[in-house]
């Protein structure tokens, strides 16, 4: 009996495939031992890599998104005028058999060529440039949070209460009563004293909560998660100067995005993690060119912030319909149908900041007092009907407010303002 065979059409003939390591790359242009070879991870290797790419009459190049070692690589091969296609890494497991790194890349090259393989989201150069700043400028808030956290832990050590009659240890209140501390005021009717007058406390229930016990190690430990406080907060005034640079240079190179003009709004609340010295309200409305996305309910400046930072407008842009955004951000739920019935509708795993942004954004918005279009579906559509109360991650609001920056942003020059549900 006569082997039987398929064949599949070759989509992508000029196609090369790159398994990409933290030591070295191993790239093939095709399935024969010398069609692959390894190099190195140094700059000089990276063009080598190109070259001999491009003596093999290569077009288009797949890689894996492993970590952060593909950047470098990826940067080059676009320098050089390739079709570079960054694919998740699920998306390019091998068989089952003896897994190697010569195989891995034969087998990219293969599905590659065969046109199996589509590339991942990417922002562009001047948004990947400001998601850096904003990403650093969040990891550094992680860490004054967690020094934050430490100053309390040694206050409640040495008895002072402090975290009992102030609602933020590193507001007015708390830290000019811990500076005070730390410089060795122990009386507690002095420290009362300096209650700022926003406080809700009065200064004798604030005396009362700091009466200590006089510790000196515990002293220590305060004066030095203090000072590292201090220091981030001076790395996060220095991020923001940087993030309004970046800023003001991306809407100074578009005449579309400079030539708008918005009032302020001083009804936006802002809280102490809002950039300083950042007109957000005007910056927002400069980039998207138009559209007050503060003026959907629920809208935060960080919530407007991740927005321009993770996507931008021209990733927006790439997203034919809100429905493929809300994919993309894994907030549509993974629909499974096996023999005409759903086997499964949990939504995907995985998130990313711009996802947590929204869920923040739609728990605003279920914590309104007044009645609004959204704050009245999230409470209608987001009860259970055994246990009567809010769900936790609102995930169907979460993607209401998603299509409503997505139609406000597509659609403005037919409704000239933003939609709202």
Same mark, same amino acid.
């Given at each position: 009996m006569e082997q039987e065979s398929i064949v599949m059409e070759v989509v992508n003939p000029h196609a090369a495939g790159v398994d990409v390591g933290s030591r070295s790359h191993w790239v093939a242009v095709g399935q024969s031992e010398q069609d692959v070879r390894e190099y190195g991870v140094f700059n000089q290797d990276l063009f080598a890599m190109a070259d001999w790419l491009n003596e093999k009459g290569v077009k288009t190049i797949a890689m894996e998104s492993t970590g952060t070692y593909w950047q470098n690589l990826y940067a080059v091969l676009l320098s050089r005028n390739f079709q570079v296609i960054l694919c998740n890494g699920k998306f390019t497991k091998n068989i089952k058999g003896k897994k190697t790194d010569i195989k891995d890349c034969q087998w990219i090259q293969k599905l590659h060529t065969l046109g199996l393989l589509t590339g991942s989201f990417l922002p562009d150069g001047q948004t990947?440039?400001?998601?850096?700043?904003?990403?650093?400028? @969040?990891?550094?808030?992680? &860490?004054?949070?967690?020094?934050?956290?430490? %100053?309390?832990?040694?206050?409640?050590?040495?008895?002072?209460?402090?975290?009992?009659? #102030?609602?933020? $240890?590193?507001?007015?209140?708390?830290?000019?009563?811990?500076?005070?501390?730390?410089?060795?005021?122990?009386?507690?009717?002095?420290?009362?004293?300096?209650?700022?007058?926003?406080?809700?406390?009065?200064?004798?229930?604030?005396?009362?909560?700091?009466?200590?016990?006089?510790?000196?190690?515990?002293?220590?430990?305060?004066?030095?998660? &203090?000072?590292?406080?201090?220091?981030?907060?001076?790395?996060?005034?220095?991020?923001?100067?940087?993030?309004?640079?970046?800023?003001?240079?991306?809407?100074?190179?578009?005449?579309?995005?400079?030539?708008?003009?918005?009032?302020?709004?001083?009804?936006?609340?802002?809280?102490?993690?809002?950039?300083?010295?950042?007109? &957000?309200?005007?910056?927002?409305?400069? %980039?998207?060119?138009?559209?007050?996305?503060?003026?959907?309910?629920? %809208? !935060?400046?960080?919530? #407007?912030?991740?927005?321009? @930072?993770? #996507?931008?407008?021209?990733? $927006?842009?790439?997203?034919?319909?809100?429905?493929?955004?809300? !994919?993309?951000?894994? &907030?549509?739920?993974?629909?499974?149908?096996?023999?005409?019935?759903?086997? !499964? !509708?949990?939504?995907?795993?995985?998130?990313?900041?711009?996802? $947590?942004?929204?869920r923040n954004a739609a728990n605003a918005i279920g914590n309104l007092k007044d009645s609004t279009p959204l704050r009245d579906f999230f409470h209608g559509g987001l009860t259970s009907e055994r246990e009567g109360f809010r769900l936790s991650v609102p995930q169907p609001e979460s993607w209401q407010l998603l299509s409503g920056i997505w139609w406000s942003k597509e659609f403005r020059t037919s409704t000239r303002k933003a939609i709202s549900f």
């Open positions: 990947e440039e400001l998601r850096t700043y904003c990403r650093h400028r @969040s990891n550094l808030l992680h &860490l004054a949070a967690s020094t934050s956290k430490k %100053m309390q832990k040694y206050l409640r050590l040495m008895n002072f209460r402090l975290d009992v009659v #102030v609602k933020d $240890i590193c507001g007015l209140t708390g830290l000019l009563i811990i500076r005070s501390i730390c410089e060795g005021e122990v009386d507690p009717a002095k420290l009362a004293s300096l209650r700022h007058g926003n406080c809700r406390k009065s200064e004798e229930e604030i005396a009362r909560a700091l009466q200590g016990n006089g510790r000196r190690d515990y002293l220590f430990a305060l004066q030095q998660e &203090l000072e590292t406080y201090d220091h981030l907060q001076n790395k996060i005034e220095q991020c923001d100067l940087e993030i309004d640079k970046m800023l003001e240079q991306i809407i100074n190179s578009d005449d579309n995005k400079r030539q708008h003009h918005l009032d302020p709004k001083p009804h936006k609340r802002v809280n102490k993690n809002t950039p300083k010295d950042i007109d &957000l309200n005007l910056r927002s409305y400069q %980039m998207f060119e138009g559209t007050d996305l503060l003026a959907i309910e629920g %809208m !935060s400046y960080s919530t #407007v912030l991740a927005l321009m @930072s993770e #996507v931008g407008l021209e990733g $927006i842009r790439k997203f034919k319909t809100a429905k493929q955004f809300a !994919s993309w951000l894994r &907030l549509a739920p993974n629909n499974k149908v096996s023999g005409g019935k759903v086997l !499964s !509708s949990k939504v995907p795993k995985g998130s990313n900041r711009l996802k $947590i942004a929204l």
